[in-house]
């Protein structure tokens, strides 16, 4: 599947289960956690009272400290607040690299994806995951044989986790989103009703906190669809080239030629139009919310 669990959003980029796709271990991330967890003995916190003064979950800090979980930067700034880091938890993160978790055919896309002046994504199978909650991640992972270990499946949805990052507004410049995402992947439910009842939520606040977002469902009933021949993805880097990536069973293609990419142009640009529009995808997601 895509997105960023094997190879890019969906499930795609964190790790399948052969040989190339098998996600590395993270040096950055586990020497970040050592750190953390020296300045939070040396303040005489355990991980219960530091996670209430960050705030964050006991669970997220023990994972942090484990190396197993991406910290974001709200919790890098208030983890040097509460811990008096002076400065270096903040430039030890500056130093993490996002690449374990992530496929190896996906780590080169994620680099295009991670610098994108604008990113369009149309997912016809899950969620992409960049707007994914971490129960969905759970539940999309264990829904595709085999079945990941607890290491593997942390490592996955850290990495899926930690690419939201990409979605903040205050990144310069901030990067312009696009989503089309086919109703029937959340009428699908995975995870059952109260994993979606939050997936559905946390759609609705990225749409409502993004200005940078623009979220379309394509209906149930389109009888004609440009993006028949399944997902992809169109990345802008700052220097307005253009690159492009699809994914399929256990791998992912980077695409790089120009009249590849003229081509997928024409179908992003023709979903746009056969899309609901943002307007209307926002009251039809309501509405679905509102059902459960």
Known sequence: ??????????????????GGSEPEVSDSLRTFGEVLKAFRKRARLTQEEFAERVPYSVQTVAKIEQGRRFPQPDFVERAEEVLDGFGALRGAARHLSRQPGLA???????QFEADAVSLNTYECRVVPGLLQTEAYARAVSFSV?????????????AARLARQDLLATNRRPPTSFSF?????????????????RELYDHLL??????????????????PKHAGLDGPLQLAETPDHRWFGYSEGQENGRLIQD?????RLHQRYAKMRTQALTPEDSLGLLKRMRGAL
């Open 145 to 157: 044989p085999p079945l990941p270990d607890e290491a593997q499946l942390s490592e996955r949805i």
């Open 180 to 196: 089309i995402v086919e109703q029937a992947v959340l009428e699908r439910h995975t995870g059952g009703e109260e994993v979606t």
């Open 1 to 18: 599947m895509t997105d960023g669990t094997d190879g890019t959003d969906g499930r795609g980029g964190t790790g399948g289960s052969s």
């Open 205 to 222: 606040g990225v749409i409502d906190r993004h200005w940078n977002v623009e979220f379309q469902l394509m209906p149930l009933r389109q």
């Open 104 to 110: 190896s055919w996906f780590r080169r896309w994620a």
């Open 258 to 262: 120009p009249k590849e990419i003229s």
